[in-house]
DNA sequence: AATGGTCAAGTCAGC
DNA sequence: GCTGACTTGACCATT
């Protein structure tokens, strides 16, 4: 079981999601802010080591535009050596990687040119990973998409667009419950058409769910990783109190957390903390978890 | 230097 | 019909 959170340590001087305007695009300006990005995410990696943090989302923006029309630039060869040694690094201390592009790639849209675009986004993903040299634990993480009032020609729909995916991208997509549209049921459903992971996560579980305990939630998402996926990965996070229902919390609820851990404890699992507070929380998930038997410790 | 409008992309609930 | 939320605020023109 190893701890992460999404993209960004506000521990450390940088950001590692510097990007820029569409108007002010040109090859020089996606260089320069894709290199101060992989130097950042070295940065973050390195911290993560230093702090037991073993799982780290990386951020979409890394290479800005990288699927826009406009970006002709070859980045893949220009950050080659780059990205091969924080992949490098990466593999070396056993950390586990996800990716989760944002909320404009749906699989299943009706529209073909967002199918297209959210295509190519994901291409980007796969693209980015394999530079890394990652192997297929590395995992690209997306919802099921729309509903569109039909959610049985929708859910049609993502299997019939999932099917026609290229193999490099196929290896490493999984899918997650989301908040308001495809539940764990639903996402069950495409797993056994599709074979596709599903990566379950406990607060949108929360908030919208088919009724199962978590318990038997994480355990039937868990069901669904072969042993070429690696370990399961679950997003962790619980309600912000006095927001909206469905707002994630700005910092941990500890006793949530145990909570969370007993739940799981029948599989193990990597756990990402989508808490706003970002590696403060993570670092104190694994001091929380540092006592369970299933967390790793870096090498 | 500070600030506020705006930013590639989609969906949908809530107003 | 518009705004906010979503894994996340940052860019940049203007003052």
């Known amino acids: 079981m190893k701890i992460g959170y999404p993209c960004i340590n506000r521990s450390i001087a940088c950001r590692g999601n510097r ?142 667009a999932y099917t026609t995916l290229d193999e490099t991208i196929l290896r490493r997509l999984v899918i997650e419950n989301d908040d308001r549209r495809y539940t764990l049921a639903d996402c069950l459903r495409v797993h056994d058409e599709t074979g596709v992971p599903v990566l379950f996560d406990r607060f949108h579980h929360e908030v919208h769910s088919s009724g199962e305990s978590p318990r038997d939630a994480v355990i039937s998402a868990a069901g669904t990783w072969r042993a070429v996926d690696g370990v399961p990965m679950v997003d962790y996070s619980s309600q912000q109190p006095g927001g909206r229902r469905g707002n994630h919390a700005e910092t941990i609820d500890p006793d949530n957390f145990r909570a969370f851990l007993a739940e799981s404890a029948p599989v193990d699992c990597d756990i990402m903390l989508e808490i706003k507070d970002k590696e403060k929380s993570a670092l104190l998930a694994a001091a929380i978890a540092a006592t369970d038997p299933r967390f790793a410790a870096p090498r």
């Open 19 to 160: 990007t820029f305007r569409l108007a002010s695009y040109s090859e020089e300006r996606l260089f320069a802010t894709v290199a101060e990005n992989l130097r950042c995410l070295a940065a973050m990696l390195r911290y993560n080591i230093e702090h037991t943090l073993l799982f780290f989302r990386i951020t979409s923006d890394l290479v800005p535009f990288a699927s826009h029309p406009v970006c002709a630039a070859d980045w893949r060869g220009r950050f080659a050596a780059d990205l091969a040694a924080v992949g490098e690094y990466v593999r070396e201390t056993g950390t586990r990687i996800s990716m989760h592009p944002d909320q404009f790639v749906v699989i299943n849209a009706r529209d073909s040119d967002i199918v297209e675009r959210s295509v190519a986004e994901l291409c980007y993903h796969a693209d980015l990973l394999d530079a890394m040299g990652l192997d297929t634990t590395a995992k690209i993480q997306i919802h099921v998409g729309g509903v569109y009032g039909e959610k049985e020609r929708s859910l049609e729909r993502f299997v019939r």
